[in-house]
């Protein structure tokens, strides 16, 4: 229970291990609570094992985006082709995925008997609600009702045979947290830790997950007032004038270029950063991009507007997809500045020598779609080696704020021409891109068949969503909130380009010519065992 569980606890180790008489009391595997939890560093130092799991470096995040109607793996995603079984254990039910609100817990449960008066105590334990606020979001985004715990566990605690809570309940008490942390932690860190806008950040995020969530699934009550709450946290940070969309007025590289930075230290964009050093701490990231054995689907492609602000069913400037290259002429910039065309090096290597793709190239190794994913590649060698990537990675972006904003407020039907120059305008101003208005101007036949009718704005808005944070692994997670499942059955979810050697698109899974959705596929299913252990568990629906 007491084991270290990462370098930061290692220090105290390290700081007393010349004092014999610590050595005999306490092994150097352990550490003891009647020698921890004294100061508020104590606890600082305790929550320094949680940011690595924020952004998890072994793996490759653009790879979430599988599940979705953005990307096509060379494999079928057997969960979104319901062919997944209900698990007996693990499933992200298992002792390992509850381990980190389990941590917190174990925190939380120490600083309230702590008697110290030190103001940091409580910026301390803002980080660890923090931390717990993020764990659960992904518990409730996966299972929708889970059981919330306040403290840690022992084999004894009556919660192991607890019934689930509420959506309400859990959302609550996620929301109790992060007003905690909001209200203690600082407004800056010079050490790269949480601040009040990350906390804020992630407060968005949940009340626009779950308000959307809520209303388009038609379950449990209070939506609009989470809708609020994503809006007003949003404010917070745009009216802290505290960030702002990066730029430095080169709209064919500013976008593909804020993803491949070495240093997000200080970057207008960046409310909170994963930072990578030489020999410290690096990623593998822009290796695995380089045989991603994923891309992008057509009907992501094709869903890029054209410059003149129009989509490509209406826009006089579309050159169609007979040639690869012809499909890049005329769009938004950020379909260059996403996929790979091959008129871009695709490897520089450290003698000088570029390397070129011709295009398009169809591999299952690589991509099996031909629309290469460069959103975070680096296509330097030094980048390329094994584990050895420094390039940063935002946690919370300005950006997706601002897309969080228009969105919560176009759902409250108060999303004015003023809320969208300051969101979604500000984003296209980066890549010279013709302003959206509030009433958008046109009819796409091209629009999304969602399960529950929009209006256009809204249309339009989710659309720049989609386009701005392509491979950022958000695209599964909007389609479940927005009930948009039905989106997959889209043939060219599963198409790539097209295919010079016969004229047809590119089809990946020969056999296969559609997806069929399953509503139970919302939710993921609670493992057999964990209901046999605990029989007040009850199964997510559609899974019996």
């Known amino acids: 229970m007491n084991k270290i569980y990462k370098i930061g606890l290692l220090a105290i180790l390290l700081a007393t291990s010349c004092n014999d008489d610590y050595l005999e009391k306490y092994p150097l595997d352990e550490i003891s609570d009647a020698t921890f939890w004294k100061t508020a560093s104590d606890v600082e130092m305790y929550a320094n094992q949680f940011y690595a799991t924020l952004f998890d470096a072994r793996l490759a995040w653009f790879n979430v985006d599988n599940a979705s109607d953005n990307q096509i793996p060379s494999s079928r995603n057997i969960y979104t082709w319901n062919e997944y079984n209900v698990p007996a254990t693990d499933g992200g039910w298992g002792k390992s995925d509850w381990l980190q609100i389990r941590r917190c817990n174990y925190a939380l449960d120490r600083i309230a008997t702590m008697t110290i008066t030190d103001p940091a105590l409580k910026r301390a334990e803002g980080e660890i609600r923090f931390f717990k606020s993020f764990h659960y979001l992904e518990k409730l985004k996966k299972f929708g009702e889970v059981p ?59 009340c626009l ?5 809520r209303k388009y699934h038609q379950v449990g009550t209070g939506h609009e007032e989470l809708l609020r709450l994503a809006a007003s946290s949003a404010e917070q940070i745009i009216n802290s004038n505290q960030f702002s969309v990066y730029k430095t007025g080169k709209v064919e590289e500013d976008f593909f270029d804020l993803f491949v930075q070495y240093e997000l230290k200080g970057n207008s964009e ?37 410059e003149d602000g129009l989509p490509i069913a209406l826009s006089p400037l579309y050159k169609g997809d007979a040639n690869f290259a012809d499909e890049f002429v005329n769009r938004d910039p950020r379909m260059r500045q996403s996929i790979y065309r091959e008129d871009r090096p695709y490897r520089i290597f450290d003698n000088g020598t570029v390397n070129y793709k011709e295009m398009p190239e169809f591999l299952n190794a690589n991509c099996p779609t031909s629309y290469f994913i460069i959103k975070g590649y680096s296509p330097f060698e030094k980048d390329r080696l094994p584990s050895t990537s420094i390039i940063d990675d935002f946690i919370y972006r300005y950006g997706k704020v601002l897309l969080d904003y228009a969105e919560a407020k176009a759902e409250l039907g108060e999303c004015t021409q003023d809320v969208l120059d300051g969101t979604i305008n500000l984003l296209r101003d980066r890549v010279g891109m013709p302003h959206l208005t509030v009433a958008v101007g046109f009819t796409d036949p091209n629009w999304p068949n969602w399960e529950v009718p929009i209006s256009p704005l809204l249309n339009e808005i989710r659309r720049e969503r989609r386009i701005e944070t392509s491979a950022e692994g958000d695209r599964w997670d909007d389609l479940v909130r927005w009930k948009a ?25 020969p056999g296969f010519a559609a997806r069929k959705w399953d509503n139970k596929l919302y939710l993921y299913p609670i493992p057999t065992q964990e209901i046999t252990l605990n029989p007040n568990l009850t199964q997510n629906p559609g899974w019996q």
């Not at 809570?165 to 407004?187: G, K, Y």
């Not at 997950?209 to 969530?213: H, M, R, Y």
Request: charged share 25%; net charge negative; proline share 6%.
């Open 270 to 306: 960046g409310i909170l950063v994963q930072r990578f050093i030489t020999d410290k701490r690096m990623h593998n990231n822009v290796r695995q991009l380089g045989e991603p054995q994923t891309g992008y689907s057509k009907d992501f492609v094709e869903s890029y507007l054209c």
């Open 209 to 213: 997950f779950e308000g959307t969530f």
């Open 148 to 206: 919330w715990l306040n403290t840690s566990l022992t084999p004894e605690s009556p919660e192991l045979t607890a019934p689930r809570d509420s959506r309400e309940t859990v959302t609550n008490n996620i929301l109790a947290d992060l007003d905690f942390a909001i209200a203690n932690l600082p407004e800056s860190s010079t050490a790269d830790r949480l601040t009040k806008y990350a906390a804020l950040a992630l407060k968005t995020e949940v």
């Open 485 to 509: 499942g039905k989106l997959l059955e889209n043939p060219k979810t599963i198409l790539g380009a097209r295919d010079p050697a016969n004229g047809n698109l590119r089809v990946i899974y």
